[in-house]
């Protein structure tokens, strides 16, 4: 963590980066695990990406790999071996999510969304909100429901 001296760390129940308050919240008691080790580099992406705020569950899904992507370029620099299926799974959860909030609750079909809370289907025109999901706060990314499989 000396690494990144613009960032504030803070340890919690749970892995949130907060953009506003430049800071990671991280699992201190769970850090012993190789796979939270590999979170917290994967929350400090989302840091040194610059992600401050999404504007569709695509583009927040987008994100997700990117802070992956950095955590898996980053892990050698701090001994950290990369577990693949462990980033799958995280990213398989978020697609998952995605994926059922896109379903039209009369048709089935895709929807289309509008803002990051509401969509529309086109084949029957129905409208439908969603929450932000995963407890993610406004402006807050919120990994942990993806971080703690097992
Ligand atoms: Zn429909
Ligand atoms: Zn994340």
């Known amino acids: 963590m000396a690494y990144y001296p613009g960032l504030e760390f803070i340890p919690s129940s749970r892995f949130v ?7 990671v919240y991280y699992p201190a008691r769970e850090l012993g695990r190789e796979s939270n080790q590999l979170g917290l580099l994967h929350e400090i992406g989302h840091a040194e990406l610059g992600h401050t705020s999404y504007h569709s569950d695509i583009h927040l899904l987008g994100m997700e790999v990117d802070a992956w992507s950095y955590a ?21 959860s978020y697609r ?32 439908w909100r969603v929450s ?4 993610l706060q406004p402006r807050r990314m919120d990994c942990r429901s993806l971080a703690s499989r097992d």
């Open 17 to 23: 980066w907060s953009p506003a308050q430049r800071t």
């Open 132 to 135: 932000r999901g995963l407890s």
């Open 72 to 92: 898996r370029q980053k892990a050698p620099e701090f001994g950290l071996t990369v577990d693949e299926a462990h980033i799958h799974a995280c990213l398989e």
């Open 96 to 127: 998952i999510w995605v994926h059922k909030r896109s379903v039209c609750p009369r048709c089935q079909f895709h929807g289309m969304q509008t803002t990051p809370t509401k969509f529309h289907c086109f084949m029957c025109r129905r409208r």
